[in-house]
Each structure stands twice: as structure tokens, then as C-alpha cells.
């Protein structure tokens, strides 16, 4: 094939059927969606003091806070648990900067610039294999953010670093697409390559970042060698196996030094299991309703009435750019086996399709385990959209990908256009929405002055309402998560997870306090039990029940 031949043609490491990209012509939908796409960065920018301050109102995100400020003085073998993964990544940059004056205000704000960066690092890597109008689609979808991507996309232990790792590794393999083995690049190139292990590892220490990047990041270069079978993909495959490589044996040594270091998490990859016969439907739905929600587009359930629909359209459209990637994705893996090249073509064409075949491979690997880990695995029960970050950003990088027809590539970008526009006036007309499940300024001021003037400062409440009272109160009491023992009993447990293991020591001579409230979950304690013994002192504030002891209640917490 010469260069001058269609770009939808099959050649040397390409996919056969695949669209080609979109020519970059300048027009009104192009100007739409770049206005669309600045003006939801500004808003974002504008609403993040009142986003950050409802996001930590959530227990949840403020544990990931908590935490790192908490382990800056601890005693000998303290082990500190950080829940239902290791995000050792985040937790390294905070106590890195813990010692720095309004070192919180950098906690909360890193996890935006990193979003952003990532979001840019994904869009310019669609522009190196598609092009800038493709790149310019890819942003603006993952620019919308609202309610539901909110507390993933800026919450430091949620995995937004994710989005950067991805960037980071694809970006390289497009970019040495067209320079591995060039003459004098062999040393820059190995040097290179032991630094991007080394930044990999720190987010490979995530088993579940491990599988979303660094396996489609392995997977796209053996796909291009499989095709190509040219020197360069042949080199470019044995780097990036080196590469991937280097990062896990890293990320599992970095683990290793951690976990002797007691800073550990409740769950990892082997102690997730494939769900029965009678989950997958379960499963399914829990993946409809997580996918609609990150897009704040979960109809499912809901009433109908005005905000239903406009919850149903968003979701509509976020399930519609779902089923497209899926369906290229199914397409472009029989394609890896339907065709094969016979002989090397030009540099400059092996290189453009090459590139190609390592951005399509990349995002449809990711995609797919995305989507197995969240439907056929055990996982599915945390329920949290968390763990579909990669999958979404997959979608969104292949949106281009989906229609071959002018027509079709027109309705695309007008989707795209509609759901960023309808999340972007969600924002800007009803605001972050509040967390109402959480503490009223007024509540956590009483508690604090309470306490305070019966000698308490330190306590214990449920899961979902300790953290985010220390942090509310600004560490001024330290209230620690516990939990009912089982759900059929009032007796209390320390909570074995996302916690320091020495706040539960019992501590001579301590007044402490116990915090009850609304029925957030089955092991929520609402009512001070009775074995506890009388406390001195007792009121309510709003929801919640505050009561004070003579003792440390840590010698009465169960250990179940």
C-alpha cells in the first residue's frame, strides 16, 4: 500500500475495519466543544472550596485525610490500615509534605491538579494516534464531571492517579513508535525506561492500577509485534516487557517493605473471588447502575419526574458511548487474528498505523478488564465507581473510534457535546450537591464545646461518622471508627479497617466519648449500650448522641 492510498485499508500492524481518524477541520462544532471544555474547568476551579468541603464531609474520603495526619506521631509497632486498598501512592505524598505549613490545603488541591493532568496526558495521547479534533472529544467527555466522577476524580485514595499512569505509559509507547532503534537513542531510551518502571511502580503498588495499565501497556506492544512483525515492534515489545516487568517486581517489593513497615490494606487481589452463577446478574445491574452514576445518570429506580429524565438521558448517553467501545473493542480483538501482514512498508506509514494499533490496543485491554474486574469478580459488591475510573477513561478515548461515517462521526460529537453540556448547567445551576448524611456545622461545633467542657478528647463512633467529625473539627478531638460486633447485637468492636491500630489501646486515667446516630449501615451503633456502663454526661446535638465516660472505652471493644 503507498501513502497515498486509503487510511482504512489493512496494513502492516493496522486494524483491519477500523476507522480511520478524523480529519482535523476546523468548524463549529470543533469551537462548541473547546468552549464547552474550558468553561467546565472554570467551573470546577470556581465550585472546588465548596466541592472539597462537601467531598470530606463523607467519612469514606475523609479517612484518606485522617490518616496520614494522625501517623505523624505513633508509638512502636503501630500498624496503620488504609481499607480497601493500598494507595500508598497518595499516602507517600502526604507524608512527604505533612511537615509543610498548610500542608492540608496541598492534600485537597493535589488531587485536582493531578486530575487535570491526567485528563490532559490522556487527550494528547489521543492526538498523537487520532488526531486533534479526536483529542479534543476525548477531553471534553472526561472534563465532565459532576456529582457522581466528583469524589473519584478529587479524592487522593480514590485512584485518580490512575488517569496519569495511563498517560504516562501510553504516551511513551506512541512516542517511541517512531524512535526505538534509531541511531544514538539506545541509551536515552534505557534510561527512559528504567525511570518510567520506577514512576510506574509507585502506582502499581494498587494491584488494580497494576491490571489497568500495566497490562494493556504490555498488551499493545505484543499486539503491534504479533501484526507488524517488524524491528521496530520487535524492539519496542521487548522494552516495554522489560519495562512492565521492572514496575511489578518494584511495585511488589515496595509492597513488601510497607507491609513490614505496618501499613497495610484489608484486601487484595487474592482475596477477591469469581462470583457464582447466581451473582452475575446482581453483578450486571450493580455495573448499570455504578456506569449511569459516574455520568450522574443512575435512572435506574428513580421517580419520574423532571430530574429523572435529564437523569435518564445522561445515562442514556454514558451507556451508549459503553456499548460502542464495547462493540469496537469486540471487533478489534477478532481483528488481531483475521489479518496478517506479509511484508514492511514504509517508515513513515509503519509508524502512523503503528501508533494506531498501540492506542487502540492500549484502551480496549483496559476496557475490558475494567469491566471483567467489575462484573466477574467479588468486587462488584463494594459497589464503588472507583474501580471503573480506567474503564471510563477508556470510553472516553476511543469515542472517536466509533462511527466511520461523516454522519456518524457528527452524531458523536454532538452527544458528546450534549452530555458535557448537560453536566457543566447540572453544575453551574444546582451547585456541588450537599452530603446530608453527614454532620451540620452546628453538630460538630456542639459535640467539640460539649466534650470539650467535661475533660473528653477522644472518642469512638461508627465508621460513617468518626472520620469526618476529626476532620470537621479540625483534629481538635480524635473520634475513632468502631462498629456493632454483629448485627443482631448492641455490643461494640474496634473496626478492623481503614484505621491505626494503637488508637485502641486503652489509655489509664482518659475520659473518652461515645458518638451515636442515624442507621447509616446494619453495624452502625445508634444507641450508647447499656453494658458500657452510665456515663457522666450526656446530649444530643441535631442526629446525633454524644456521651461521655469516666474511662477509656477501649477496654470494652470487642475484638470480632
Known sequence: MSLTESPTSPTPGSL??????????????????????????????????????????????????????????????????????????????????????????????????????????????????????????????????????????????????????????????????????????????????????????????????????????????????????????????????????????????????MTDAGVVASNSVSSYRFVPTNEIVPSVGNLLDTWTGLGDGDFFGAVIKHAALVSLVLGLLSLAALAGALRFTWRTARGWFEFRPSRVIADRSEVTDGRRTLFVTFWCVALAIALAADVLTTLWRAGSGRFLLGGWAAVAALLAMLATSPRGRAATAAAVALFALMILGLNVKDGVAPNTASYTAAEVSGISRFVESHGARVGYSGFWSASNFTLADDFREDVFPVWKCSPSTTRICYQPFANISSSYIPRPGVRTFLITGPAIDVLTPTVAPAYLGRPIASATFGSYTVSVYARDLADALGRE
Open 16 to 257: 483491519r475495519g477500523a476507522p480511520a481518524a478524523p480529519a482535523d477541520r476546523w468548524d463549529w462544532t470543533l469551537t462548541l466543544l473547546i468552549l464547552i471544555g474550558v468553561a467546565s474547568i472554570v467551573v470546577a476551579i470556581a465550585q472546588a472550596p465548596a466541592a472539597v468541603a462537601q467531598l470530606y464531609r463523607d467519612a469514606d474520603s475523609a479517612t484518606g485525610l485522617v490518616l496520614p495526619q494522625l501517623a505523624t506521631h505513633l508509638p512502636a509497632g503501630a500498624t496503620i490500615n488504609l481499607g480497601d486498598h493500598t494507595w500508598y501512592e497518595a499516602w507517600w505524598f502526604m507524608r512527604a509534605t505533612a511537615g509543610l505549613p498548610e500542608h492540608r490545603v496541598i492534600w485537597e488541591s493535589a488531587p485536582y491538579v493531578l486530575a487535570f493532568l491526567g485528563i490532559g496526558g490522556i487527550s494528547w495521547t489521543v492526538r498523537m494516534a487520532l488526531g486533534g479534533r479526536a483529542a479534543v472529544l476525548t477531553a471534553v467527555a472526561l472534563l465532565a464531571i459532576g456529582n457522581g466522577m466528583r469524589v473519584i476524580m478529587f479524592e487522593p485514595g480514590a485512584r485518580v492517579g490512575m488517569l496519569a499512569h495511563m498517560a504516562l505509559l501510553l504516551g511513551a509507547l506512541l512516542w517511541l513508535a517512531g524512535r526505538i532503534g534509531s541511531e544514538g537513542a539506545s541509551r536515552r531510551i534505557v534510561l527512559g525506561g528504567g525511570a518510567l518502571a520506577g514512576v510506574t511502580a509507585l502506582g502499581a503498588t494498587d494491584q488494580l492500577t497494576l491490571y489497568e495499565t500495566v497490562v494493556p501497556f504490555a498488551a499493545a506492544a505484543l499486539v503491534w509485534w504479533w501484526r507488524a512483525r517488524s524491528p521496530t515492534a520487535r524492539l519496542l515489545a521487548i522494552w516495554a516487557i522489560a519495562v512492565a516487568a521492572a514496575s511489578i517486581v518494584a511495585a511488589e517489593a515496595l509492597v513488601h517493605v
